[in-house]
């Protein structure tokens, strides 16, 4: 049965929202490339017009498709990411210290930001076919393991920033369709504990400033290995113990035995894989006063443009921070910070507000979707430009570390670019075909 409506009945709250943001975008920038003396000294705004009007293109053509054809095709279509994301290990260029870009010439882009997509679409399917798969242990570490797969091709290439975001898509998406939240609760508790003891022998090294034991323990593999055996064989007591009287904290004590046991090797890969430069963002994020000239000169600036917008800003192009070349990437991951230094708090509220109309109306088609397809399609989507928007902008005020990962909609960046539209293109197309069954 199907609905009399519109065919062009589309959400004009969200794509109201999304434009105005787009346009805002543009508007800063164009003024993170125009000199303290008035000289433009670079075009990326041109570039990111054309980016827009392609995106706008690719946005409406998604929300007038039905979500359900890309249902089948799900699984063939995450594959041909993860071999595109496998080919730019080997053959792909090196941008900002990744090899994370691949094409032809000027032709190409990243596909880590359109493997978020893929992602979204085959764990939807994957949990959406089966509704109770999210509830049972092996049905949760199989959509992680799905999960697993671009997190790691894009961390070897290394860009941290965006193999941060595949995890988030993930839990979202499986608390969603009603996954224990003590699934969901380990993972969390396992990440924070890989950050963690990640950081910690780099933070003896640069705040501490001397030797502590548990940070040795964790650095030398023999001593490592007798550590991973002593919290193994208390974990097989906590889990006798379990057995034996059910009583709750032996359950309790094998969960927290379980998370150090997994953290603790995944912590040591994390050392061997990513770059000094990235381990030192987690370092300044604490103190950048640390390296203020290097790791921290970041942090430092952004705060102070932020800082000193005030209530109404200093006015559209009359930025120092900006203008004076004082924040680098200023036109990417820094986007935010020459907004509230230009518009101050009113810019930055009306910017909010334009997020929460977005992510808002997605909740509620979300809520209102006929099928457990869409609503996972949708709550992927939301919980993917709602990580970027809390990373982001916690980033520009120094209260998350900086990890590379753009704002959504304002940053510079195609690839970026189009892969929030096109997520936004979906959320539209579920409410389009609302009426279909």
């Not at 994957?126 to 697993?148: E, K, Q």
């Not at 430092?300 to 932020?306: G, K, L």
């Amino acid at each position: 049965m199907i609905k009399s409506r519109s065919v062009f009945e589309i959400d004009l709250y969200v794509a109201i929202a999304t434009v105005a943001l787009v346009v805002v975008g543009i508007l800063f920038i164009f003024s993170s490339g125009v000199t303290a003396d008035g000289q433009i000294v670079s075009r990326e705004y041109l570039r990111q017009i054309a980016w827009a009007a392609s995106g706008l293109v690719l946005m409406l053509l998604m929300t007038f498709v039905d979500y359900r054809v890309l249902n089948r095709p799900a699984v063939t279509l995450f594959g041909a990411v993860v071999l595109v994301l496998f080919l730019t290990l080997l053959f792909g260029r090196v941008v900002n210290g990744a090899r994370s870009w691949i094409g032809i010439g000027n032709l190409g882009g990243q596909p880590s930001e359109f493997a978020k997509l893929a992602l979204i679409i085959v764990l939807a399917r994957y949990f959406g076919d089966r509704p109770g798969r999210g509830r049972s242990v092996f049905g949760f570490a199989g959509g992680m393991a799905i999960a697993l797969v671009p997190t790691a091709l894009v961390l070897a290439q290394p860009d941290l920033g965006s193999a941060l975001v595949y995890m988030p898509i993930f839990l979202v998406i499986a608390y969603a369709a009603g996954a224990d939240g003590r699934f969901i609760g380990f993972v969390v508790g396992t990440a924070a504990a890989v950050a963690l003891f990640t950081v910690l022998p780099v933070w003896e090294e640069h705040l501490a400033g001397r030797s502590i034991p548990l940070v040795s323990v964790l650095t030398d593999r023999d001593t490592m290995g007798f550590l991973i055996g002593g919290l193994a064989l208390a974990a097989v007591l906590a889990g006798v113990g379990l057995v034996l009287t059910h009583r709750r904290v032996f359950f309790w004590i094998l969960y927290v035995l379980a998370i150090l046991i997994v953290a603790i090797p995944f912590a040591y890969v994390a050392r061997s894989v990513l770059q000094e430069y990235q381990i030192m963002r987690l370092i300044v994020f604490v103190d950048p006063y640390v390296d203020p000239r290097g790791a921290g000169w970041n942090i430092i600036q952004s705060v102070t443009a932020v800082g000193s917008g005030g209530p109404f800003g200093k006015g559209f192009l009359q930025g120092t921070q900006s203008h004076y070349q004082y924040l680098p990437q200023q036109s990417t991951d820094f986007i935010f910070s020459i907004l509230a230094e230009e518009w101050g708090f009113v810019g930055v509220t009306a910017v909010f507000v334009l997020f929460g109309i977005i992510l808002g109306r997605g909740l509620y088609i979300m809520a209102s979707a006929r099928d457990h397809f869409a609503a996972l399609i949708v709550a992927g989507v939301v919980g993917m430009i709602a990580f970027h928007l809390l990373v982001n902008i916690g980033m520009a005020v120094g209260i998350m570390p900086i990890t590379g990962i753009p704002l959504f909609l304002l940053s510079y960046g195609g690839s970026s670019l189009w892969t929030a539209m096109l997520g936004i293109g979906l959320i539209m197309s579920v409410y389009q075909h609302r009426y279909q069954y």
